[in-house]
């Protein structure tokens, strides 16, 4: 065990070290702050980004946005993209939905992910620019072909609806276990009925259960009211009524109307015991 001069010398040594760091990152700001009044497009940046992160220099967003901007107006990709979230949330700003439509699609017209998905998402629900889903669904496919979680699940879903593209279970199954893989949560859901009923890919109970059961756990409701029905019936597992009560309680406490629906049939053939324990397994809050 050190002793308490050791435990003081090494403390000393510690902030000493933080303290050097500090200065270190402070000299580089003023670096890049020399360069970037120079002209220098991607120091401009860097020091944005230090003042937005309070890196070596005090947090300070407003100039955080004005070397944004600067770098920005000259074609800095990534200056773009958070001169545009800066837009879009009000940041030493005013909040500019459509300002924020202009940064993003210069942005992923230079091929930054984020920005595609940010860009597809505002195009899809007309927040900044006039709703137009067949620029939507292109942005946020390329965006979801640069591993953009989000914009995974969103194609994914697109397709597996039908919605604003043809209906495709097999791209949906291919984008939707894309975005489960990264705890995107409504794709688990998705999945676990692709596998269900075989659509887009050869159907799988077992898979099914484990993408159901996988939501289920993250607090989805329709994949616990999933889940529940197969405990149900037994399809695909041993029949289980007091479990299948379980999600389906936790389904019908959070209004879905299919946990709603179930729940009402299951409790029609249940003893008062099993529904006690149901309901006892159903108040545990979920691990996280």
Request: aromatic residues 8%; charged residues 25%.
């Amino acid at each position: 065990m050190l002793s308490f001069r050791h435990s003081h010398v090494f403390i000393t040594a510690l902030a000493l070290l933080f303290t050097a760091a500090m200065h270190s990152h402070a000299a580089e700001v003023v670096n890049l702050e020399t360069l970037a009044a120079q002209g220098n497009v991607d120091a401009m940046f860097q020091v944005g980004r230090a003042y937005f992160r309070g890196e070596g220099v005090p947090h300070d967003e407003a100039r955080a946005f004005a070397w944004f901007q600067q770098a920005a107006e000259k074609g800095h990709a990534k200056a773009q993209h958070n001169l545009a979230m800066m837009y879009l949330e009000g940041r030493s700003t005013s909040a500019d939905p459509a300002e924020a439509v202009k940064w993003l699609r210069r942005a992923a017209e230079q091929g930054i992910g984020r920005s595609e998905e940010a860009l597809g998402l505002m195009l899809l629900t007309g927040q900044g620019a006039t709703a137009d889903t067949r620029q939507a669904v292109e942005w946020l496919r390329k965006a979801a072909e640069q591993d953009q979680p989000e914009a995974q699940l969103r194609v994914g879903l697109l397709y597996y609806h039908g919605k604003d593209v043809d209906q495709n279970y097999a791209e949906a199954a291919h984008w939707l276990t894309l975005a489960a893989v990264k705890d995107k949560v409504p794709a688990m859901n998705a999945l676990g009925l692709l596998y269900e009923h075989g659509s887009g890919v050869e159907a799988d109970l077992q898979q099914a259960i484990r993408w159901f059961q996988k939501a289920a756990e993250n607090g989805d409701a329709r994949g616990q009211a999933n889940l529940g029905r197969l405990y149900a019936t037994g399809t695909g597992v041993e029949r289980d009524p007091v479990r299948a009560y379980e999600w389906l309680a936790r389904s019908s406490a959070q209004g879905e109307y299919l946990g709603i629906n179930l729940l009402t049939d299951l409790k029609k053939g249940l003893t008062a015991e099993q529904i006690a324990e149901g309901e006892r397994r159903a108040a545990i809050p979920l691990k996280k």
